[in-house]
């Protein structure tokens, strides 16, 4: 796909290709504090989201929220605990919270995992214009804690 | 661990940085010759002060920079990074005189705008998590993330020896620490902001004791 611009270029045609297309960042919209779509419409799998929540450099939830995974020691408690969180929220209401927690609570601790780049400042250059979870790991947690019933 | 000179691991940087003390700079002159020996004529009650605001320079100075404009223009030695060994050293050594005075930064007149401006960085996020010090340091000391308990992020004992990485770190580096924690761009300790930042963290230390050399994860 990389090679593509530049074949084209070669041959005199001008053609807009998105550097990364994978990597373009999904638009959201809240509605009565929930964010009712799945982001650019893709789903999520249960599995992979209870392994993103225990990684410590993927969502590492577990730093601050006390969540029924025994076999990591020491779940943080700055946050609420996430037992039973499935019955509480809806889908919409859950993915409001990781994408940008700020909308609810000004004063959290938690990071916006899917907040747009651009309104980030002083960010490492490595991480620059990247969200700290992908969209389909954003999809994957909500699936994983819609189970949490 | 850090009450017992014996096994504070940060009392090797003070006898070194006591070394340092007494050996002669460029010029032939050594802090002693001033200070007297051992910095015996030091004010103690005026190193708990710092960071100072300098009419000079017309904005605050750290113990740091202080010790290292001594250190190049009175005794004619190269300049040194900041937080650097040499210079780390020697602000370990005369802030650990001061240890036992309560911490007493100015933060009204001159300095105020300064301390403005520390407190402003100490709330404003930053990096890709987007958080800011006084989330985890007023909002939430006592809880625990993972398993580490959040600290108020008290500043008296720094210098510090840090478990973490088996060494004496100035506090700008610690800043810097924590910064990448929630990868935010680190900044060259010594800087400005940092400077601000220093004031307003040991402002909120008032009161405190001076721990230098500290013990800290």
């Given at each position: 796909m990389k090679k593509l611009p530049c074949i084209l270029t070669a041959l005199g045609i001008l053609v807009a290709i998105p550097a990364d297309a994978g990597d373009k960042y999904c638009v959201w919209k809240a509605d009565n504090l929930s964010i009712n779509e799945s982001l650019c419409g893709l789903t999520g799998s249960a599995e992979r989201g209870r392994k993103l929540a225990y990684e410590r450099k993927k969502g590492n939830c577990l730093a601050c929220h006390k969540m029924?995974?025994?076999?990591?020691q020491f779940h943080g408690n700055?946050?609420?605990?996430?037992?039973?969180v499935g019955s509480r929220y809806s889908a919409g209401q859950l993915r409001l919270r990781l994408v940008d927690m700020k909308i609810l609570n000004p004063m959290t601790l938690m990071p916006g995992f899917y907040k747009n780049p651009d309104d980030l400042i002083r960010v490492m250059k490595q991480f620059q214009g990247k969200t700290p979870l992908t969209a389909q790991e954003i999809e994957d947690v909500v699936v994983y804690l819609g189970t949490l019933k | 661990m850090q009450d017992d000179d014996f096994m504070n691991p940060g009392m090797s940087a003070v006898e070194a940085g006591a070394e340092v003390f007494s050996e002669p700079g460029q010029n032939g002159k050594s802090c002693s010759s001033c200070h007297g020996d051992g910095g015996g004529k030091l004010n103690t009650g005026n190193i708990a002060k710092y960071p100072i605001y300098s009419d000079k320079l017309g904005k605050p100075v750290t113990l740091q920079q202080q010790v290292h404009a001594c250190w190049t223009d009175n005794l004619g030695n190269e300049p040194l990074k900041y937080d650097s060994s040499g210079v780390l050293e020697l602000e370990v050594f005369v802030r650990n005189l001061a240890r036992g005075q309560k911490v007493n930064v100015q933060t009204d007149g001159a300095m105020q705008p300064f301390w403005e401006k520390g407190k402003e960085i100490y709330h404003t996020r930053a990096g890709q998590l987007d958080m800011s010090c006084n989330l985890c340091h007023i909002n939430y000391p006592g809880l625990k993330i993972r398993a580490n308990t959040l600290s108020q992020g008290q500043s008296n004992g720094y210098p510090a020896y840090r478990l973490k990485n088996g060494k004496i770190n100035g506090l700008h580096s610690r800043f810097n620490g924590c910064y990448k924690q929630f990868r935010a761009e680190k900044l060259p300790p010594g800087n400005d902001d940092y400077v601000a930042l220093e004031v307003f963290v040991h402002s909120r230390g008032n009161g405190l004791d001076i721990e230098t050399p500290g013990v800290r994860f």
């Open positions: 029924p995974i025994p076999e990591e700055i946050g609420p605990p996430l037992d039973g | -």
